[in-house]
């Protein structure tokens, strides 16, 4: 594989892993704001075992659904808050999506030669090394 081939792949796995962390910022977002709040419902509830069927107060912890959660992110907050953190994640996710990408054309292209082309093995041996090369 020649280096302009190589330079190719890198800056595709760049692209790639951008646009991918972009499409999936909001959805990253929603689920963070699912795992870290709740909603505290009071419900009332008839004790039956009394004489004078007493209501008394339970305390739920209920979570919002993803829609109604995204609903309140662009209500409250607007539409360029689905993008918080996205300036990190790239940072992390462009270069790693370049290296996995290169690593994974240079690898198959050996394994070629060695096994049958584009058989399984190819690609699930070329897979695991680019992932090994890009989790350093």
Do not use: W
Not at 37 to 64: C, D, F, H, K
Not at 93 to 105: D, E, T
């Amino acid at each position: 594989m020649s280096q302009s081939d190589t330079l190719v792949h890198l800056f595709a796995g760049g692209c790639g892993g951008t646009v991918g962390a972009i499409l999936t910022c909001p959805l990253e977002v929603v689920k963070t704001r699912l795992q870290s709040s709740s909603v505290t419902l009071y419900i009332s509830e008839v004790q039956l075992n009394t004489m004078t069927g007493a209501s008394v107060n339970r305390v739920a912890r209920v979570s919002p659904g993803p829609l109604h959660c995204l609903k309140m992110i662009l209500e409250k907050e607007g539409s360029r808050s689905l993008f918080r953190g996205l300036g990190p994640n790239l940072v992390g996710v462009a270069p790693s999506r370049a290296i996995y990408f290169a690593a994974y054309s240079n690898c198959k292209e050996k394994m070629n030669n060695i096994f049958d082309p584009d058989s399984t093995q190819v690609h699930m041996i070329s897979a695991a090394m680019a992932d090994s090369y890009a989790n350093i």
